[in-house]
């Protein structure tokens, strides 16, 4: 069975940093491309980061501010993000192939003085 | 990059078909969507894809009532014999070389 499991959420100071984690089982993780996906409280989804091999991508609202890795030996997929203001703050899920497959269930980040 | 645009509610009767439609941006007619479902508080969940061509595949254990089609640059979504169970929003996504995107979502509402 696949399964995605999101952490590393909490409630951070603008300006600050957190990382995110998303530990997978169930499949191949180093054959799959995996992105980062966002709402924000009352809206819709938006696609924050994604990765395919070595080769990252991402929103330009988080350019430069976020970074998406993945330790393929420790099957997890992570998202260090600095600079955080009030609008990064949504659930963050993690989701898996070009189609959003399989997701998981969502980790909150809230950024709030 | 592609842009998606969807309906930002729709409803139906329980037991009647729906069919909620998603359409990609001009000149991006072969592209492959997916649609994703999402019930109030609960993470999204991946019901299809749909090609250019119409034919679809969905993921494991979605409701033979849950089709898709397609038609130009118009990829649709059908829900046959609609159960209250599928009151949720709704929501289409594609990518291109570098990127990822979802259309704004429709509610759907079963009366």
């Known amino acids: 069975e696949v399964q995605l499991l999101e952490s590393g959420g909490g409630l951070v100071q603008p300006g600050g940093s957190l990382r995110l984690s998303c530990a997978v089982s169930?499949?191949?993780?180093?054959?799959?491309?995996m992105s980062w996906v966002r709402q924000a409280p009352g809206k819709g989804l938006e696609w924050v980061s994604g990765i395919s091999g070595s080769t990252t991508y991402y929103a330009d609202s988080v350019k430069g501010r976020f970074t998406i890795s993945r330790d393929n030996s420790m099957n997890t997929l992570y998202l260090q993000m600095n600079s955080l203001r009030a609008e990064d703050t949504a659930v963050y899920y993690c989701a898996r192939d070009r189609v959003f497959d399989s997701w998981g269930q969502g980790t909150l980040v809230s950024v709030s003085s | 990059q592609p842009v998606l645009t969807q309906s930002s509610s729709a409803s139906a009767s329980l037991g009647s078909s729906v069919k909620l439609t998603c359409t990609l941006s001009?000149?991006?007619?072969?592209?492959?969507i997916a649609w994703h479902q999402q019930l109030s508080g609960k993470a999204p969940r991946f019901l299809m894809k749909?090609?250019?061509?119409?034919?679809?595949n969905k993921g494991s254990g979605v409701p033979d009532r849950f089709s898709g089609s397609s038609f130009g640059v118009d990829r649709y979504l059908i829900i046959s014999n609609l159960q209250s169970e599928d009151e949720a929003d709704y929501y289409c996504?594609?990518?291109?070389?570098?990127?990822?995107?979802f259309g704004g979502g429709t509610r759907l509402t079963v009366l």
């Open positions: 001009s000149g991006h007619n072969n592209y492959i």
């Open positions: 996504e594609t990518w291109d070389s570098n990127s990822w995107v």
């Open positions: 169930g499949f191949t993780f180093s054959t799959y491309a």
């Open positions: 749909v090609e250019g061509s119409g034919r679809y």
